[in-house]
């Protein structure tokens, strides 16, 4: 009976032994993200620049990593509801969204969102906001518009390309507002998107728009509009002609429209690392990169410490620029 006994003990513990030998070499937590499919939520429609770069990213993650990305598109409330969707989600990574502009929102008490509302994971594109008017406008740069809103702040009909308060208005007037500009006389006007805004400025219906600059390349293309500006570090690759804001007024401005990917609060950290390498890995693909340059999206990488810093930054440039204009009055 005592060797017996002996020998089932000895059995039990090389058991345990090989289970805690297996488990010290086992692959990390969260090594096999995703062992399901994966929502993806895009905050706008159906058929325009989130919606598109969201679903090229969401099929370089399918062909990497073998599960589904399933994309989904909740712009009601313009994306706060897509964004409550995300951020009251578990953190367990398998419903993940869009992060773009968002401090707005709650400046103009449309929601509660801050930088602590989310996790970072990558931001994958940036489009530069431009500045835009009619081809035979005497508005030659930047540093014309500055001095003529100086004399007189009302004095241009200013389309902010789509809703005002957003992607594109927020960093021009950052931009006014140092140069000295008495921002709360401005005349701004909403669009019903960039096409409408630009329609207006061809048919002299507006004194400038602001938008992107591949959303003017008809109009400019056909003679009816110039683009004299762009808000960037560097000129944009395929628009050689169209100066930097910094070149124009000697200080560099950079703004516009940014997309990258986010998830609820609270996520691990490992698992963050194993979803941004994931969605690195998809960025550097090839096809990516092509089809982001064949639709002009701008191609942009900030990890998730980057995004973090800079999604502070962005907080605090808005509420810079809506305090000093009123919007939230």
Not at 134 to 162: F, H, M
Not at 194 to 200: I, K, M, N, V
Not at 250 to 256: A, E, I, L, V
Request: a neutral charge.
């Amino acid at each position: 009976m005592m060797g017996l006994a002996t020998g089932r003990l000895g059995r039990g513990t090389a058991a345990t032994l090989a289970m805690l030998t297996c488990l010290a070499g086992a692959a990390p937590a969260f090594a096999e993200w995703p062992e399901r499919p994966v929502t993806l939520i895009v905050i706008a429609g159906a058929g325009g620049g989130s919606d598109y770069t969201m679903r090229l990213l969401a099929r370089e993650l399918e062909a990497k990593l073998g599960r589904p990305f399933n994309v989904v598109n909740q712009p009601q409330a313009s994306g706060v509801v897509g964004m409550t969707t995300y951020t009251t989600a578990k953190p367990d990574g398998y419903t993940l969204g869009q992060i773009a502009p968002f401090a707005q929102y709650r400046l103009l008490g449309q929601a509660d969102f801050t930088s602590a509302s989310y996790t970072p994971i990558a931001q994958f594109n940036a489009d530069p906001a431009a500045v835009h008017v009619a081809q035979n406008s005497p508005l030659k740069s930047v540093a014309d518009i500055v001095a003529k809103l100086k004399a007189d702040p009302g004095s241009l009909r200013i389309s902010c390309g789509g809703t005002c308060n957003a992607s594109w208005d927020i960093p021009f007037i950052s931009l006014l507002l140092d140069q000295g500009v008495d921002v709360k006389r401005l005349h701004l006007i909403p669009a019903a998107g960039s096409a409408a805004g630009l329609q207006e400025l061809a048919s002299g219906g507006v004194d400038v728009v602001l938008c992107s600059l591949p959303e003017v390349d008809a109009l400019r293309d056909a003679g009816r509009v110039r683009s004299i500006a762009v808000m960037s570090e560097t000129r944009v690759e395929g628009y050689p002609d169209v100066a930097t804001v910094g070149e124009q007024v000697g200080k560099p401005y950079s703004g516009g429209t940014w997309r990258g990917l986010a998830g609820p609060p609270g996520m691990d950290p490992a698992l963050v690392a194993r979803i941004e390498s994931a969605v690195k890995g998809a960025f550097d693909s090839d096809r990516f990169q092509h089809e982001m340059k064949a639709r002009r999206f701008g191609a942009a990488w900030l990890g998730q410490t980057e995004l973090k810093a800079f999604m502070e930054q962005h907080e605090q440039e808005t509420a810079r620029a809506i305090n000093a204009v009123g919007y939230n009055k």
